[in-house]
C-alpha cells in the first residue's frame, strides 16, 4: 500500500480518474480487444500510475502518461503470454455473433489486430482511433515522427494483407472494405 504525506493528491489523483475513466477504458479496450482485460489493464495502469502521481509536473499530460504505461504493460502481457502459446498448423475460424454488417467488419479487424507486433498496434490505435497526429504520437511512444509514419506504413500494409486473406471478397468491386482503408 502506497501512502501519501499530502491528503491532496490523493483526492486529485481519485478526480483525475472519476472524470477520465470512460476515455481511458475506450484507450485500454482499443489496445486488447477484450473487454474484460482492458479493464485489468486499465486498473494495472492506473495503479502504476498512482505510485508515481507525485512525480508528474503537469497533470495535462496524465492522459499521455497513463497510455504509455497501459502500451508497455499490454507489450509486457504480451511478451509473457507469447511464451505460453503453442504453433498450430490451422488458425480457429474467428466468429462475430452480431449480425450487423459493419460489427462483423469491426470484429474482424479487431481480430486482425492482433497479428501485428505491439509497436505497430499501438501506431495505429493512437494515429486511427486516438486520432493523434504523427508528432502526438512519436511523442507518446518515444519515437521519431519518421518512425511513426514507417511503422504506420507496414502496419497498414500487413492489415491489408490479412484482411483480404481472411475475407476473399474484399479485393472485388462491391465487396466490403476494412474501416482503416
Do not use: C
Request: net charge positive; glycine share 4%; aromatic share 6%.
Amino acid at each position: 500500500m502506497i501512502v501519501r504525506e499530502r491528503p491532496g493528491e490523493v483526492l486529485e489523483f481519485e478526480e483525475y480518474v472519476r472524470t477520465r475513466h470512460d476515455a481511458l477504458l475506450r484507450s485500454a479496450r482499443r489496445l486488447v480487444g477484450d473487454p474484460l482485460e482492458a479493464q485489468d489493464l486499465l486498473q494495472t495502469a492506473l495503479l502504476r500510475m498512482y505510485g508515481r502521481w507525485d512525480l508528474i509536473a503537469d497533470k495535462q499530460l496524465a492522459d499521455a502518461y497513463l497510455r504509455r504505461v497501459m502500451i508497455n504493460t499490454r507489450t509486457e502481457w504480451w511478451r509473457a503470454r507469447k511464451l505460453q502459446e503453442l504453433p498450430t498448423s490451422q488458425l480457429p475460424d474467428a466468429s462475430v455473433e452480431d449480425s450487423a454488417e459493419q460489427h462483423a467488419d469491426r470484429g474482424l479487424l479487431m481480430d486482425i489486430m492482433r497479428v501485428l507486433a505491439p509497436q505497430q498496434r499501438s501506431v495505429v490505435v493512437l494515429r486511427y482511433w486516438e486520432q493523434m497526429s504523427t508528432d502526438e504520437t512519436a511523442a507518446a511512444l518515444g519515437m521519431a515522427p519518421g518512425t511513426v509514419k514507417s511503422t504506420l506504413h507496414r502496419a497498414l500494409t500487413r492489415l491489408r494483407q490479412e484482411w483480404q486473406r481472411r475475407d476473399p471478397d474484399s479485393g472485388k468491386a462491391g465487396g466490403p472494405r476494412s474501416p482503416l482503408w
